[in-house]
């Protein structure tokens, strides 16, 4: 096998399939990036068995193969060469020369027979969205995934899509975080839930662009992303997603409107009062027109307060800060409104349309100093 | 004790003299940042007993007085404040409420009494260079003092002023780093071994600037570097340091002339095929016009060229090849000279008027591929 490639193409077409390197695992050849030229263009793949990665290159095959070459080694040689056109050729025993301007390096290379192609996903049931709105509503849901594989359904998150709408939830037990966005077309009614490695992988490789559009294809076990000239292919989670719409409700006895960043500098504020792994709630006092919030650890107090927008009845609650500022921080309006109920009753922070909802369970606190 | 203080003011004064906590002590005192208006200035003060900081922060004392306060919770707190005004009033028992806007922040303080001031320092001998050089000159030596405390002196350098001449040399028994800088005035002679740790915390104090002067004074025991409102004081290494120029030799059998920046990017792809703990040589072939450059490792091999001029004989020589990076990343020169006599002797990578000169031996190897 022989081609020639930038390395600034290679680059970027290794650090796309390296996510799906396993950090740890015994199986030395999935450790591997799998080089495949035998089609006529450079085709990159890893694959861990949940989640499978694969993306073209640009660059002239001199001659067609298979070599399967150490992920981590490969990727730091490439990252180090020079900026100009790297060549890579293999010889029958997979020993691979990497060759840049006057830099040579000899690595031994394993053959691709033992390296796990991607599963074959079935194209009939797809979606399409721009690269931009994936990864935002990824990125503005992920952080409520629960990262205990107890309950495996909560490591995941819940896409469902129904006419043009795909609604992204996930949930811990404390919060759930629901993301709604209207597509361009309608689309057969569709419910799966993804693994939270696979969409943060996603999230990383995305462009990010506007303009650029990427195809989810679904089928009973998998999931596929296809954009640019990337496919990333993972195993869905078995089972039934948690019946999220009876968790919601659209009661309230106190609604308030609120500068987002004013509150959520405030809370992060409180949060250094808290050492790692203390659990200590930020209370929040809700009276006409203002808000105040206080945190009571073992480092000493703080206090401070908001001016508000308020309807309804005065409220004293306490909430896990970290929650708080998770949510606030994936949302993009100036202003928020928030929704309460009482003290034992979860707060829904949402806007209009419900593009967005947080909901958030409260905790017991202490009144007393 | 009152008084008003912008918080970048505050957050520069308190981030420069929490250079001088330690990061672990049985002593909770020495955690503690000293607050002191009772001169009616705001001077701040850290000690940790070998090393101690004081500086002053502009502000309005509205109340004289004295508090020690926990460094990380007391500059947490001031990093997070909202940029405007701060307000700090400690009580008679030390409790003190810091408030800026609408936060307010309670934390306890202890009484000054235990705190260790900073010793007094006579100020006779003394020498001034501007603060842009003092730093270039550390971080251009600092990185071959040695870590292990086994012997003391090795982990300090040696401060050696001689009429117009300041030299600053480390060594760790592989390695040696000279740098040589003119001074202004001629002082009488003086040698003293500065802590590492010392000349470390102080090169990132250090503005930089090459307008800003700092002014070093030497007492037999303890230095003494004051700049801006900045004062750093540290415990000296006793003992007499070695004889480097017993050391260095100008005699040579082979010299090189080469591109740094090459060599460097060259030395730095070769030590990606070494794994953390490894020893593995660079091995150097040095022929007329050529150098040739190997490394060989569990994970692969590189090879790589580069054209020198070259004067001498031919040569075969082994160096660690993290050594030789440390020493061409501390030269600002485009292209380096480096000296060597034999695969047995050190070699000297000088410029011509000797400001700087990085010795560094050589390592055994074997040529059996």
Redesign the interface.
Same mark, same amino acid.
């Given at each position: 096998m022989k081609f020639i490639c930038s390395k600034s193409e290679l680059l970027h077409a290794v650090n796309i399939v390296a996510k799906a390197v396993p950090s740890k695992t015994t199986m030395s050849i999935l450790e591997c990036i799998l080089i495949d030229t035998s089609t006529g263009t450079i085709k990159l793949t890893a694959n861990d068995m949940e989640l499978g990665i694969e993306t073209i290159a640009k660059g002239e095959v001199i001659e067609k193969g298979i070599v399967a070459l150490?992920a981590k080694?490969f990727s730091? +040689?490439i990252r180090?060469?020079?900026d100009n056109n790297v060549t890579i050729e293999s010889d029958e025993n997979y020993a691979t020369v990497i060759t840049c301007e006057?830099?040579?390096?000899? +690595?031994?290379g394993k053959p691709g027979d033992d390296f796990s192609s991607l599963p074959y996903i079935e194209k009939s049931l797809s979606i399409s969205l721009s690269q931009f709105t994936l990864k935002e509503i990824i990125l503005q849901t992920i952080f409520s995934i629960s990262d205990n594989d107890s309950n495996k359904l909560m490591t995941g998150e819940l896409f469902e899509v129904k006419e043009n709408t795909l609604r992204v939830a996930s949930l811990d037990g404390h919060r759930i975080s629901i993301r709604k966005v209207e597509l361009k077309e309608t689309y057969p009614e569709c419910k799966v839930i993804i693994p939270g490695k696979t969409l943060s992988e996603v999230s990383k490789i995305l462009s990010g662009g506007n303009e650029d559009q990427v195809k989810i294809f679904f089928t009973g076990n998998h999931v596929l992303f296809e954009f640019n000239e990337t496919k990333v292919v993972s195993r869905l989670i078995e089972g039934e997603y948690f019946k999220i719409d009876q968790m919601l409700s659209s009661d309230y006895e106190t609604k308030l409107v609120i500068h987002k960043k004013e509150l959520l500098?405030?809370i992060?504020?409180a949060l250094?009062?808290i050492k790692e792994g203390e659990k200590k709630p930020v209370i929040i006092t809700i009276t006409d027109g203002d808000m105040a919030l206080k945190i009571n650890s073992s480092?000493?107090?703080?206090?401070?307060?908001?001016d508000i927008i308020k309807e309804g009845k005065d409220l004293i609650i306490g909430f896990n800060p970290k929650f708080l500022i998770d949510a606030l921080r994936a949302i993009d309006n100036e202003e928020v409104t928030i929704f309460l109920m009482n003290p034992k009753a979860p707060c829904f922070i949402k806007d209009e349309n419900e593009s967005y909802i947080y909901l958030i369970l409260p905790v017991n606190f202490n009144t007393a100093p």
């Open positions: 150490n080694i730091d +040689i180090k060469l020079p006057k830099a040579k390096f000899k +690595i031994s500098s405030c992060d504020r250094l009062l480092l000493g107090t703080m206090n401070e307060n908001i």
